[in-house]
């Protein structure tokens, strides 16, 4: 029996800036998506209820973000991160989509989800908008959970950027495990394998050097998440799904396939079944050339449905990856994985 996928699209086309990548054109290159698979159950996305959001954020924050959309197109962060007239509510509605999936997953036994939402979240933190991101909605999703009485969460972050909001939001919650692998010395210009010192155990970063390919991100996923998610043993997982780490995206360098994100994909489904009733939610975060989000995002649609991944039609990386034993040998013996 094939499983059951929830999902939400919401492109916010309204949400735009010249020709900055963080546009609508990501999810236009996914148009067809909708009906690649049966099985799917799509679902409306609602403006989420501000008391969800600022369990996330400051409601100085969300007063601020409120405010300051009257005098878009403008931008606010230097990243650049910026705003539109329609952007307070477009990041709501990304946020109430991605609510919506969750609330869809815990419901149903043995559910998968995907929130294919924008704008993206990750490096929101409590208090700042920042790294194209508004409201946090991994963030805001677990923290619904939690009040919920769904815990312990893991957030898996595989996006090319660390996501410092994330970490930032959880930094002192001894509910939510962290987990997160992305480009070395590249913006935020957080997420070493000190971060987080007090939460080691919980919090758990893995940098990558440039060019880390498909091998070099299995190698981590089996011999560093695997036995952290073993010991941590969630009740529900998060992934904070960043296409950027494709080899052709623009703004990074790292060397991820469409195959490589399929394997990633799979190693996550695997562990939501072995410890959190299959519960898991992907939620969009970054991947900017149109072509390699699509490649990939296809990819991991198949197998959230247990079907064939379909051929890649970029291909895999004109490079050899980078050894990264040091970087699992260090991350096993910092956490203590064994």
């Not at 924050?61 to 509510?89: C, M």
């Not at 939610?281 to 390699?292: R, W």
């Amino acid at each position: 029996m094939p499983p059951t996928v929830y999902a939400t699209w919401v492109p916010s086309p309204g949400h735009r800036y010249g020709d900055h990548p963080e546009s609508p054109a990501r999810l236009s290159a996914l148009a067809d998506l909708p009906q690649a698979h049966d099985g799917t159950i799509w679902l409306e996305a609602p403006l989420a209820p501000l008391d969800a959001i600022t369990r996330a954020h400051h409601p100085n924050y969300v007063a601020y973000l409120q405010q300051v959309v009257r005098h878009g197109p403008a931008v606010i962060d230097y990243a650049p991160t910026y705003v539109t007239p329609t952007s307070f509510e477009d990041a709501r509605r990304a946020a109430g989509g991605t609510l919506a999936v969750l609330d869809a997953v815990l419901r149903a036994p043995h559910a998968r989800g995907f929130a294919w939402v924008r704008p993206p979240g990750h490096h929101a933190t409590r208090t700042q908008a920042m790294g194209f991101c508004l409201f946090n909605n991994v963030a805001i999703a677990a923290h619904e959970a939690l009040a919920r009485g769904i815990e312990p969460i893991a957030i898996i972050d595989f996006d090319a950027h660390h996501g410092n909001g994330t970490q930032h939001i959880f930094l002192h919650d001894e509910r939510v495990g962290f987990a997160s692998t992305h480009q070395e010395d590249i913006y935020p210009g957080t997420g070493d394998f000190d971060d987080a010192e007090h939460a080691r155990g919980r919090i758990l970063n893995v940098p990558l050097p440039a060019g880390t390919d498909d091998e070099g991100y299995r190698q981590v996923y089996a011999r560093v998440f695997e036995p952290w998610l073993a010991r941590w043993r969630p009740a529900l997982i998060l992934v904070s799904a960043g296409f950027d780490a494709h080899w052709r995206d623009p703004l990074t360098q790292l060397g991820l396939s469409a195959q490589g994100f399929a394997q990633l994909a799979r190693f996550l489904v695997q562990w939501a079944n072995a410890w959190a009733q299959g519960r898991i939610v992907f939620v969009l975060e970054g991947g900017y050339d149109p072509q390699a989000l699509a490649a990939a995002g296809r990819a991991v649609w198949a197998v959230l449905h247990d079907a064939p991944i379909p051929p890649d039609p970029i291909g895999p990386p004109p490079f050899a990856g980078p050894d990264v034993q040091d970087r699992i040998h260090y991350a096993r013996r910092l956490h203590q994985l064994g």
